[in-house]
């Protein structure tokens, strides 16, 4: 008499006196009585079952070797299925349970090999697996025993049927991936040219943009340079005019200062002089004054006229040209009244304005003369050994010209200029003549 104890991955078997029928104990412990009761164990461990199957015909006639992985145990949590195994395995060994659960495993596995092709076993090895799974299970459960998995291992041939079908495939694949390949490049090209062609037209359409504003800006810079040249017309026309007042006011002061010195140099002609300038004041300058004045108002009426058209003119600068030839129009006619004045000035006074005038152009003379030798880079000179040489006999050939000059003069004009200047330059009576 005493206890007998049994691990959890196993179950005890209790038979004998006071049991009608087999008590199961699993993983715990039961008092048995010795010699009156049996106790027999079966093992409830997980048992790994290598199921091979050599030269198997499929559907398709190939010949093809198969390893199967399967993984069984006798059910200990059914009591009927225990039970049952109990009856079928109680008293054998692990090794003899396996051998009967895999001879079971290899028909099934053999059966589903025979009515499946070659191509569905290896490319649905799932399948092929839940086939022999369930198959194999609803024969095993009778035995008691539960298969816990099954799994397809490894499948093999001896006439390189499988090689071959990894070759077709292998094939398929890099053509798949060459046309992969060619399409995606085909592709990446078409968004390249769309991406392109997106950035072409945006390009375009900034560029339009771009002249759209430079139009604007230049019609604006248009618009404004030509308020800017008009009002610059206006400014050098008011300019011109002023100047042309002013150097007229000069000219006119120039021609009193003259009438003024003439008239303190003649004192023994005063009483003459005052007489002809009250005739010139009668008879020319009045009248040029008032010929002046209506020159003037005619000129600034014409310029008005010329501003408001310019204003309304978008060709400012046809008008400037025209205001500005107007100006120089009226100027010389200023310029000429000028020169009849002192035309009847200078007659008035007879060789004294002769004299003025040889006067002021002898520097004019004496610079044409020496231009020439300005304008020689080289010189060469051979002397005879009694005349003189170098600058001073190019500067005394200038002078005896310049002194044969009054003689010239007085053969052309009947003008004795030596005479005419030392009577002009009397200390008592010195003036410059205009």
Not at 215 to 234: G, P
């Amino acid at each position: 008499m005493g206890f007998e104890v049994c691990g959890p991955n196993e179950v005890m078997v209790i038979s004998g006196c006071f049991h009608s029928q087999p008590s199961y104990i699993r993983g715990g412990r039961a008092f048995v009585w010795p010699g009156i009761q049996k106790i027999q164990r079966l093992s409830l461990a997980t048992m790994s079952l290598a199921i091979e199957s050599q030269h198997v015909y499929t559907k398709q006639g190939v010949a093809i070797s198969m390893t199967g992985i399967a993984q069984i145990k006798v059910q200990g949590s059914n009591d009927e299925m225990l039970h049952t195994a109990c009856e079928l395995f109680l008293g054998k060994n692990e090794n003899e349970i396996e051998k009967v659960a895999k001879e079971t495993l290899e028909g099934h596995q053999r059966a589903i090999m025979g009515n499946m092709t070659v191509e569905e076993i290896y490319k649905d090895r799932k399948k092929f697996s839940k086939a022999v799974f369930e198959v194999a299970s609803s024969d095993l459960v009778n035995m008691g025993i539960y298969v816990v998995s099954y799994t397809l291992k490894d499948i093999r041939d001896d006439e390189g049927y499988l090689k071959a079908l990894g070759l077709k495939r292998t094939a398929e694949v890099k053509r798949d991936a060459r046309i992969g390949e060619a399409e995606a490049k085909r592709d990446a090209g078409i968004r390249e040219a769309k991406a392109e062609e997106q950035k072409m037209a945006a390009r375009y359409a900034n560029d339009i943009e771009i002249s759209k504003a430079q139009r604007d800006f230049e019609l604006k810079k248009a618009a404004y340079d030509q308020e800017v040249n008009s009002k610059k017309a206006m400014s050098d026309m008011a300019y011109d005019l002023q100047a042309a007042k002013t150097k007229q006011k000069i000219k006119e002061e120039d021609m009193q200062v003259v009438v003024v010195e003439r008239t303190q140099q003649i004192a023994v002609q005063e009483q003459e002089i005052v007489r002809r300038e009250r005739e010139l004041d009668s008879q020319v300058r009045k009248p040029a004054e008032a010929e002046k004045y209506r020159l003037e108002k005619i000129a600034e009426a014409n310029r008005n006229r010329i501003i408001l058209e310019a204003e309304a003119n978008a060709a400012a600068k046809k008008m400037k040209g025209e205001a500005e030839a107007y100006a120089i129009q009226v100027k010389a006619k200023a310029d000429a009244e000028q020169m009849k004045h002192k035309a009847i000035a200078w007659q008035s006074y007879e060789d004294a304005a002769k004299t003025d005038m040889i006067l002021e152009a002898l520097p004019k003379i004496a610079a044409e003369i020496a231009a020439p030798l300005a304008q020689c880079r080289k010189v060469t000179m051979v002397s005879t050994g009694k005349s003189e040489i170098g600058a001073a006999k190019l500067t005394n050939e200038v002078l005896q010209i310049m002194e044969k000059l009054p003689h010239v003069i007085e053969g052309l004009t009947g003008v004795n200029l030596i005479s005419q200047v030392i009577t002009n330059e009397h200390p008592s009576k010195k003036f410059t003549l205009q």
